[in-house]
């Protein structure tokens, strides 16, 4: 149920299966201005979201019936989906990059300091303001970018393949393809690509950005109709967008 505490802070649906838990935590993010509703499966969560959207979703991996990593693979190619943040025992690097790989925007390992969630999840709310707010300007010149008979829109988040077919990008996915695009025939680093997309994160990160630019470039490679590779991964350097992006 939602947390009656009043609050202008972001909200959050917890996902997790241990009731000790997600009442602690829980009451610690209630006692700092965070809305909490609580689920225990991924049928609570659907009955839940149905009639009360959050702005973050906080899943845990091991759930009764479907498995958070399952959860957050299902709901990353929706456009006005909640920000998922994994939160897991499981805290590993492969665990880590498989979970950021099927679509959560963040991954915290359990025991983690209540207070780095708590920054997690203010973080993950500005990143949620800064992504819907130009939603409300699709009237404005200069909404996108074509390049070799591609259309990427930058306020609604939608790619169309020179066939007219919508790509289904995560938030992720296309905030990394807007950096490419903003910076086409130039090779970047993956620490420019980390700073592009307001993901400096320590742990792995060369291997997230390798995962992430892996996933784009095989969402891309299925519909460019043998035209070769859009994203030419420069040896020693980083990544390059190969086609010229023209704005519209």
Known sequence: MLSTAATTGPSVLLVEDDLEFRTLTGEFLTENG??????GSAAEMESILASQPADILILDVMLPGE???SICHRLAA??????ILIL???GGDTDRIVGLEVGADDYLAKPC??????ARIRALHRRRNEIQEPLNHNDEPGVGYEFNGWVANIWSQEV???????????EQEFALLRVFLEHSRQ???RDMLLAGVRRRESHAFERLV???VSRLRRKLNDHTDGQGELIRTVRNEGYMFVASSTPV
């Not at 965070?34 to 689920?39: D, G, K």
């Not at 929706?78 to 920000?83: A, E, L, T």
């Not at 393949?161 to 995560?170: D, E, H, K, R």
């Open 34 to 39: 965070v809305t909490v509703a609580y689920a």
């Open 113 to 118: 300091n209540p207070r780095e969630l708590l």
């Open 210 to 212: 390798d995962a992430q």
């Open 88 to 90: 897991s025992a499981a």
């Open 67 to 69: 498995t958070g990593l």
């Open 78 to 83: 929706g456009k006005r989906r909640p920000m």
């Open 187 to 189: 090779v970047l680093s």
């Open 160 to 170: 169309r393949s020179p066939q007219g077919l919508l790509i289904a990008l995560t």
